[in-house]
């Protein structure tokens, strides 16, 4: 239950503070950094990749393994790609910002 608390902490967080900073280079700072701490908590949820549970039943004790690392690099990719876009919106951002100070 830790780990759900945490993650809907870490998105309320970042949904809040990047609609508060949209429109400046922060908003894209804390979506470039809300990727960043995803990825990190998603390897450390998912143990890198390997999800193990142990139930103790009455005369024996059964034991799951599996496996989740292709999970695991799919939700690493998709915020890998949110970097990336949110790199390109920096971009953006910056040369208009630019254009608008040669302009004037």
Request: avoid cysteine; charged fraction near 10%.
């Amino acid at each position: 239950m830790f780990l759900l608390d945490l993650f809907v902490g870490i998105a309320v967080f970042f949904a809040v503070i990047t609609n508060l900073f949209s429109g400046t280079i922060f908003g894209y700072a804390f979506s470039i950094a809300r990727a960043l701490i995803m990825i990190i908590y998603f390897i450390a949820a998912f143990n890198g990749g390997i999800v193990s549970l142990t139930m103790p039943l009455r005369e024996f004790t059964v034991s799951i393994v599996v496996d989740v690392k292709a999970f695991l690099t799919i939700l690493v990719l998709v915020n890998l790609l949110g970097i990336g876009k949110s790199l390109l919106q920096v971009t953006g951002f910056l040369a208009k910002k630019v254009e608008a100070d040669k302009l004037n």
